[in-house]
């Protein structure tokens, strides 16, 4: 098991590279450019709360999966732009071998499960493919259109991928989305979108979660993640490691729990597990992210607000099966990040391997207790190395 369990690690601590990888698009407060990692988390969320529009076929939760792996092949090919003058050919050849490499670091059923799906999302035939599609293709024309000071030529790019670049099958398959954009860039066509701009003020409020900084640093240490990233990850480590759970959970509930468990912090902000201990603190903290998720999900028309409300409520509860796997979840990941960048809040917050053990190895343990086991004789490691025991 724990050659296994180290296989697993190996793809989810590479798959953090994914943060580095830099966007042509900027985020919605136009303040730096999206990474691929948080742009997959927003694609992820997109799909979700663009089910109602997906045909009855399609399984939204496949789709879901498609777009948390997608773009992993960046680490290795990098980012293209469709503006860009590339050989599209070579590409497409240096993105197959970075998915036979990426992949391949994770057990051999794993990484064939992972490959076929990432070959299906390419060849965009499947139903679930072709939904995971559009919604590739609606989020950076929204987080353009919707972006506080946009640039002028991502104005122009939005409009040439609108008439004959990739975008421009939205008006047969998406046509809300279409026409809607067509709307933001002064051309009304009179087409009835308020299904979608219904739903539009919620993900665009979402962006804001990619300027939530949390206590944890990057692998490699340059810099403090952001929840929506952090989302993004811990989405990967959920799908990954859900055959460690000491319950049977379902795991696309437990991805729907952790795409959506911070989006509170928007309104109420990161609260480190070794930084806010205080009861009291506590208690307030719990307040601020009730009000949160009443104006947040209070977003979305009730009928789709309502059942997300209810599963970010599960997750918070952390009484289901599900819920307990993903809170395992949620606090292992920075453990691994601590591990890899030299202690990171250990070290900012002088934390003992004692206070490991009872801030985060009891929660762990609850859910996936083999993974604990594994991840604390690395722990115990560098807590002796550094005479924190």
């Known amino acids: 098991m724990s050659a296994r369990l180290e296989a697993q690690f190996a793809f989810l601590l590479e798959a953090d590279k994914l943060r580095s990888v830099e966007r042509q698009n900027l985020i919605l407060d136009c303040s730096r450019r999206e990474n691929s990692a948080e742009h997959s988390w927003h694609l992820a969320l997109y799909a979700l709360v663009l089910a109602p529009f997906a045909a009855p076929e399609v399984d939204v939760f496949r789709a879901i999966r498609m777009l948390l792996l997608h773009d992993l092949v960046e680490i290795d090919a990098g980012d293209h732009p469709i503006t860009d003058e590339v050989d599209w050919e070579a590409v497409a050849k240096a993105e197959q071998a970075a998915a036979k490499r990426l992949f391949g670091l994770l057990p051999a059923d794993q990484c064939a499960e992972f490959l076929d799906l990432w070959h299906e999302f390419e060849a965009a035939e499947s139903r679930d493919a072709q939904f995971a599609k559009r919604v590739d293709h609606c989020q950076p024309i ?18 040439q991928n609108l008439f004959g670049g990739r975008a421009a099958a ?3 398959n998406l046509p809300e989305a279409f026409h809607h954009a067509l709307s933001l860039l002064g051309e009304d066509t009179g087409y009835d979108c308020s299904r979608l ?4 003020p919620f993900l665009n409020e979402a962006d804001k979660l990619k300027l939530v900084t949390r206590a944890s640093k990057l692998g490699d240490g340059s810099r403090h993640e952001n929840s929506a990233e952090h989302s993004w990850h811990i989405m990967l480590y959920a799908w990954v490691l859900s055959e460690h759970s000491c319950g049977q959970v379902e795991v696309d509930r437990v991805l729907q729990m952790l795409l959506l468990h911070d989006l509170v912090e928007i309104d109420a902000g990161d609260a480190p597990i070794h930084g806010v201990i205080d009861p ?5 903290l719990a307040a601020e992210e009730l009000a949160a998720a009443d104006r947040l999900f209070g977003l979305l028309p009730p009928d789709h607000g309502t059942p997300m409300r209810a599963i970010w409520e599960e997750f918070e509860a952390a009484e289901s099966p599900d819920a307990v796997f993903a809170k395992s979840i949620d606090r292992v990941q920075p453990v691994l990040l601590n591990l890899l960048n030299g202690g990171g809040s250990w070290v900012d917050y002088d934390v003992s391997l004692p206070q490991l053990d009872a801030r985060v190895g009891g929660k762990v343990s609850r859910g996936a207790p ?16 550094a ?3």
């Open 170 to 172: 939205l008006e047969q």
């Open 370 to 385: 083999e993974v604990w086991t594994y991840v604390r004789a690395q722990v115990e490691t560098w807590f002796r190395e």
């Open 197 to 200: 701009s219904a739903r539009l």
């Open 142 to 159: 929204f987080q353009t259109l919707y972006g506080a000071a946009p640039l002028d030529w991502h104005i122009d790019v939005v409009r």
């Open 387 to 389: 005479g924190r025991l």
């Open 280 to 284: 009291v603190a506590l208690t307030a």
